[in-house]
Structures are given as structure tokens and as C-alpha cells.
């Protein structure tokens, strides 16, 4: 029986690889059914050969925990063993959000401190009011026991002299336990990072019996979706310099203390200091919301934004906070690039919906014609020529996307240039001003919109390295109304790339990575490879939610599968993978606990992070403290 499955999946997969080459240049209407059956094929194959001593994959999240986050015995002796072989430990004090917290709740987050492996520590309760009777019964009786355990801190003065010297603050939000391994995991990487000042790390949620669920497995340190999701939350790790000079914790004390403490600290940390562990390393009790209390969390970001110097405003959703950024009284110009080769309705409804739609006031139409012959499409597009601030430019050329665009853009009169599939419809009236406004923002380079299919579920949400072999896009036929995983598909955030079919970008950084790759990538990637240009030049890709679009699917290009066709699209990939495979197989904005083999952030069947318990003891650092 086993191996009928395995010969059933090994034909899937060739099928799922066919589908990837015609999702290039066909219509979604064909591809989606494909797919949808060809995942449930692949779910009908996973439960009926499973092999001895492996998980179904696609399993639920407390069977993915039992294979791949339980350390038994064994490896929990590894570590310590580990830890033994250091050189130096980095000390940690902790701070434990008590406020509002009760005794049995407290008791758990401190019973889960006193299972660590990792015993460098000492505990403060920190509470805006004097603790209540029961508490200080119970902090009186584990402190009788474990001189580690101490009442209250307000900062790290006041516990450098209740304890003597620490190396790092650990604050805990309140309800936040720990696994065992929870403090050799952050001092490991202290470690391995000497130069880190801020780490963070993976979440869950437990229930009263132990039970976990709703993982949030996090990307590495990305500002903008930090600044819609306290990525700090509930376990912050900072280095106690840096913990003192931003401030520490506020008097009186702030109802969202930890976010006010941790922007305060990134503000002066640099984004290469900042740490994330790809595991979970903390568990909420009970169903705790990321937005617990919204006002405190506006008002924490709104004084942030203030003290940063930047004009913006942050208001409170049901999946976190949305940012908006202030536009100049002088809206910059923007030219909008759109290739085409006849498809006379879709360009017509493309420019006619951002002509009717768009509020943005300051823009151009460059419509580029691929050596169109249609002649009810020539008129048309002889028609908009003679239209104050369209101009349509003739280009005959083989079509090559990348050369299409390049040759516009270098006419382009716009301090941002857009570019636009002759497939996407404008739906919402501020589309244009959500991405201006965030690709005028330092350090941003491209910038991505939310499109949709026309049955409003997500096309695109951000374009993840490795899915599928090179890319694929985000939550594809995601509801759009659906919060994704960690709320991620309704939060601004930084993707390692966005898809060019509506993309917004200042022409001198178009210019300054050299536009697209016209050389190697005439159609498939050129986009992928023009952000992770951008990248690499020290700019971050953002994509918003708040940006919604139409986007029909490669309506114009038909079902190209022929030879020539799907050698371009093979040598394409090659070049991608000599280019950028190491990040490829290591997306920054995606985790390795989560899966390549479909874009819908399941997890992944086993994860791409390395066991706890390492085979050989880390090597420690010659000289000097973290």
C-alpha cells in the first residue's frame, strides 16, 4: 500500500510542477480548480500511508508539537551539558507584567521560570499597585525558597541593587509561560550573537489543561509589521544598556507597557541587532487578543512616531494597528507604466477604473503597445494619445516585460513610477495615495499591493522566496476578509519581494538597481529579482493591505505551454536560483516552521530549524560579557 502512495504523490507532485509552469501565463479561472484538486488529492494521500515514526502531514498543530517542539529528557540534558561548555552565561533578569495578574495565573508563569534548564536568572513582579494578599503569600513562599525570586522592580537600577549585575531584561507580558528550554534557547543565541541588544522569538496560546494552539511563528525583524503586531510580544529580550538608555519601564505604569518599552528600545537599536528565534518560546494562558488594550497601544505608537520625528498616525483594527503616513500638500507626480499588446477591454477597464477610482491627483498614463494590430485597440489607444496626461508609447520589440517597462520608465516624468498590469482594475479611491505614502518613507523600496481575484479573494499579499520552488504569492484565494496567519494578511509588513503587476517605487531607486532584468529575466521573475535588487542596496519591500486592487490574472497572455515556452520559463528559474538561492531557500519575512509547499502559511512538515539539542557544544566567545 505504501508504495501505491508513494508512486500517487510522486504523479501529484509532476502535477503540481505543470500547474506552476501554466500559472506563469494562464488565466487563474483554469489554474484554481487544478490546484484545489490536486490538494485534496495530496490530503487523501496523507492519510492513508503515513510512514512508522512519521506525523501525517497537514496534521493539527498539537500533533506538529508532539513530533517537532516537545524535547524529551535527553535533549534537555544535551543543553545543559551545552551550557556547561560556555565560556561566559549571560545573566538575565526578569520582569514580570503582574499587573491585573492572578495568584494562580502568576504561579504558573512563575512555576514554568523555575523548570528552566537555563538557572542564570533572578524574577521581579512589577505591578503598578502593591500586590494583593494572595500574591504576596505566594511570591513570600517561592521566595523562601528560590532566592531568585523578588517582589517588585520598576527598573534596571532598582534590580541591579536588589540582585546584583544583569546582562539582559526579560519582560514577560502578563499570562506568558515558558517552555523548559526557553532561556538556553534566547542565552544560546546571546551566544552565538555577541552584538545582539534586542530578541524576540515565536508564540502560542495554552488552555488550563495544557493544551497549545493558534501559533504565531514570526519573521525575522521586520519594522512594519512590528509597527501593526507587537513583535515583542509576550517575551522581549534586551540587552540592559539598552533597556536603561531608552528609559526603562514608565512611571506611572503604561497599560501597554510592553510595547511602549519595546519601541522606545528599537528606536535606538539597529535593525542588524535585532534577534529573532524561529521558535516557540513563550505560551499565552487563555485567548488573550494582540490588541489588549487599544487606546494604550494607539497612544504608545502615536508618541513613538512623535519622538522619531515622522508624520504619521496609528489607529487600532481588529487585527492590530494600521499606520498612516502623512502626504506632502504637493502630491509628487507618478507615472503609471502599463504594457499591453491589444486586449482592448482590459485596458480600457484598467485605465478607465483608475481615472474614475483613483483620488490621487498627480499622475500620468504611459501605455506601452506591444505591437498591437487590433484595429478597434489602435483607435482606442489613439484616442487616450490625444488625452492630457496619457501618452501612449509604440514599442514593436519581441515582448519582453522587463524591456517594455525599462524603455517607459526612462521617458517617465514622475518622482515614483507605478507599474501597472493591463489586467488590474482600481476598486478603492486611495489606492494610490496608501502606496505614495509609504514608498516616500526612509529605507523603503518597492512597495505592493493587495490584489484580488474577482471573487474577492486574495491573488497576491506579498510574494514568499521558496514557495513552490523560487516564489509564489502570500494567502493566494485567501478570503479577503480573513485575518492569515498571526493577521499578517491584514497588516502592513515587509516582504523580501512584491509582484510588478501593480507596484509603486521612486524612480531614482528604479535607477539606481538598474531597472528590470531584461538580459535574464524578459518575463518570469524580473520582478522578484528587481526587489531583491533593492534589498540588497539596503531598502526594505513593503506591502500594504490598505492598497486593494482587481487583478485578472494573466488574462491576456493565453495558455502558453509550448516548448519554447516552458524552456524560457526553466532557464528563467536557473538563473534565479544562481542568483539568489541562498535566500531563496531562507526567506527573512517567512519562517521555517512554516511550509513551501503551498502559500498558505500551514505549517511545515518536518521544519526547516535544526534540533534544540545540538551534537556538539557551541563554541564560546574568548573574553568579555554579552
Known amino acids: 500500500m505504501q508504495r501505491q502512495v508513494d508512486v500517487l504523490e510522486g ?27 490536486t490538494d485534496c488529492l495530496r490530503r487523501i494521500t496523507r492519510g492513508t500511508g503515513v510512514r512508522a515514526n512519521e506525523p501525517a502531514q497537514g496534521g493539527p498543530y498539537s500533533e506538529w508539537v508532539a513530533h517537532y517542539d516537545a524535547p524529551d529528557a535527553a535533549s534537555l540534558d ?37 523548570a528552566q534548564t537555563y538557572a542564570e536568572w533572578r524574577l521581579c513582579l512589577v505591578r503598578e499597585d502593591a500586590p ?15 532566592a531568585r525570586i523578588r517582589r517588585r522592580a520598576i527598573n534596571a537600577v532598582e534590580a541591579a541593587s536588589a540582585f546584583g549585575p544583569a546582562d539582559w531584561v526579560v519582560w514577560l507580558d502578563k499570562a506568558c509561560m515558558l517552555p523548559a528550554h526557553a532561556l538556553f534557547c534566547v542565552a544560546r543565541e546571546i551566544v552565538e550573537h555577541p552584538a545582539a541588544s534586542m530578541i524576540y522569538a515565536d508564540e502560542d496560546r495554552i488552555d488550563a489543561e495544557g493544551r497549545r494552539s493558534d501559533p504565531f511563528f514570526k519573521p525575522d525583524w521586520n519594522p512594519d509589521l512590528f509597527l501593526g503586531r507587537n ?31 519595546a ?35 494607539e497612544h504608545a505608537l502615536n508618541r513613538h512616531f512623535e519622538r ?27 507615472s503609471l507604466v502599463i504594457p499591453t499588446r491589444n486586449a482592448l477591454d482590459l485596458v480600457r477597464q484598467c485605465i478607465e477604473s483608475i481615472v474614475m477610482e483613483t483620488a490621487y491627483p498627480n499622475y500620468e498614463i504611459l501605455l506601452v503597445d506591444n505591437g498591437s494590430d487590433d484595429p478597434e485597440a489602435l483607435a482606442y489607444f489613439a484616442a487616450l494619445n490625444a488625452q492630457q496626461n496619457v501618452t501612449v508609447i509604440r514599442d514593436e520589440r519581441p515582448f519582453n516585460y522587463s524591456a517594455l517597462n525599462n524603455a517607459a520608465v526612462a521617458r517617465a516624468r514622475g518622482e515614483l513610477i507605478g507599474l501597472v498590469n493591463n489586467d488590474i482594475e482600481a476598486i478603492s479611491p486611495d489606492w494610490l495615495d496608501e502606496m505614495v505614502s509609504l514608498a516616500l518613507q526612509p529605507g523603503v523600496g518597492a512597495v505592493g499591493a493587495r490584489l484580488l ?11 514568499i522566496l521558496g514557495v513552490g520552488g523560487i516564489a509564489g504569492h502570500a494567502y493566494k484565494h485567501l478570503p479577503s476578509t480573513a485575518p492569515g496567519h498571526g493577521g499578517r494578511a491584514q497588516l502592513v509588513q515587509s516582504f523580501s519581494a512584491v509582484t510588478a503587476a501593480c507596484l509603486v517605487v521612486r524612480k531614482s531607486l528604479y535607477e539606481q538597481v538598474g531597472g528590470l532584468d531584461e538580459e535574464h529575466l524578459g518575463v518570469a521573475y524580473n520582478d522578484v529579482d528587481f526587489c531583491l535588487r533593492l534589498r540588497e542596496a539596503g531598502f526594505r519591500n513593503v506591502w500594504t493591505p490598505y492598497a486593494e486592487l482587481l487583478h485578472h490574472e494573466s488574462a491576456t497572455r493565453g495558455l502558453e505551454v509550448a516548448d519554447a515556452s516552458r524552456h524560457r520559463l526553466a532557464h528563467e528559474a536557473e538563473w534565479m536560483q544562481r542568483r539568489w538561492g541562498a535566500l531563496i531557500a531562507n526567506d527573512p519575512a517567512y519562517n521555517p516552521n512554516l511550509t513551501l509547499n503551498f502559500e498558505d502559511f500551514d505549517l511545515a512538515w518536518p521544519p526547516r530549524v535544526a534540533p534544540i539539542a545540538s551534537p556538539h557544544p557551541q563554541p564560546a566567545p574568548k573574553a568579555g560579557n554579552p
Not at 561548555?85 to 504558573?108: C, E, H, K, T, Y
Request: hydrophobic share 45%.
Open 132 to 146: 494583593g494578599e494572595e500574591i504576596r503569600s505566594l511570591l513570600d513562599n517561592l521566595g523562601a525558597t528560590d
Open 263 to 297: 519601541l522606545r528600545c528599537t528606536e535606538r537599536a539597529s535593525a542588524e541587532s535585532i534577534r529573532h528565534i524561529p521558535r516557540v518560546l513563550a505560551s499565552v494562558f487563555g485567548s488573550t487578543s494582540p490588541v489588549a488594550d487599544q487606546s494604550a497601544g
Open 231 to 261: 513583535l515583542f510580544s509576550p517575551l522581549a529580550c534586551i540587552r540592559v544598556s539598552l533597556f536603561e538608555d531608552a528609559g526603562g519601564l514608565r512611571q506611572p505604569f503604561d497599560k501597554a507597557p510592553g510595547l511602549d518599552l
Open 78 to 114: 544535551a543543553v545543559r551539558l551545552e551550557t556547561g561548555s560556555w565560556a561566559m552565561r549571560p545573566r538575565f533578569l526578569i520582569l514580570v507584567n503582574g499587573d491585573a495578574a492572578g495568584a494562580p495565573v502568576l504561579q504558573g508563569v512563575i512555576g514554568s521560570l523555575l
Open 308 to 334: 522619531i520625528g515622522v508624520a504619521a498616525t496609528a489607529k487600532a483594527t481588529p487585527f492590530g494597528f494600521r499606520t498612516r503616513y502623512a502626504l506632502p500638500t504637493q502630491r509628487p507626480f507618478v
Open 453 to 463: 481575484y474577482p471573487d474577492m479573494t486574495i491573488q497576491h499579499g506579498g510574494v
Open 11 to 37: 504523479r501529484i507532485g509532476a502535477l503540481q510542477e505543470q500547474i506552476r509552469t501554466l500559472t506563469q501565463s494562464t488565466s487563474w479561472r483554469v489554474t484554481a480548480p487544478l490546484r484545489w484538486a
